[in-house]
């Protein structure tokens, strides 16, 4: 299973990116699929999540201005970011947890990552 995101950049504060990232390989069944972004020398921050029926959680610093999509039958998450802050600026990681045979667990992958840098 691979996961491949992309879509990061450069933009100025108040501008939009758009993230996306395509899972591929032996897949069984996808579960939850999101978006976490970490910033060097802290944690890794959960910014959102959506479920196979599309229910949504996002993280509160994010309300309002991301939003979370994702395309079943493609295997893909997207991750919308509006109105861009400085304090954006991280990588961001995509994940799918998901299952590769009927008989085997619910696992997470995760993508490889994407820069989103906001200038003041």
């Known amino acids: 299973v691979q996961l491949q995101a992309s879509g990061g950049g450069l933009v100025q504060a108040g501008g939009s990116l758009r993230l996306s990232c395509a899972a591929s390989?032996?897949?069984?069944?996808?579960?939850?699929m999101g978006w976490y972004r970490q910033v060097p020398g802290k944690e890794r921050e959960l910014v959102a999540t959506?479920?196979?029926?599309?229910?949504?959680n996002y993280a509160d610093s994010v309300k309002g201005r991301f939003t979370i999509s994702r395309d079943n039958a493609k295997k893909t998450v997207d991750l919308q970011l509006n109105s861009l802050k400085p304090e954006d600026t991280a990588v961001y990681f995509c994940?799918?947890?998901?299952?590769?045979?009927?008989?085997?667990?619910?696992?997470?992958?995760w993508g490889q990552g994407t820069l989103v840098t906001v200038s003041s």
């Open positions: 994940y799918v947890e998901l299952r590769r045979l009927m008989v085997t667990p619910w696992v997470r992958y």
């Open positions: 390989g032996s897949i069984f069944r996808i579960n939850v």
């Open positions: 959506i479920t196979s029926d599309g229910s949504t």
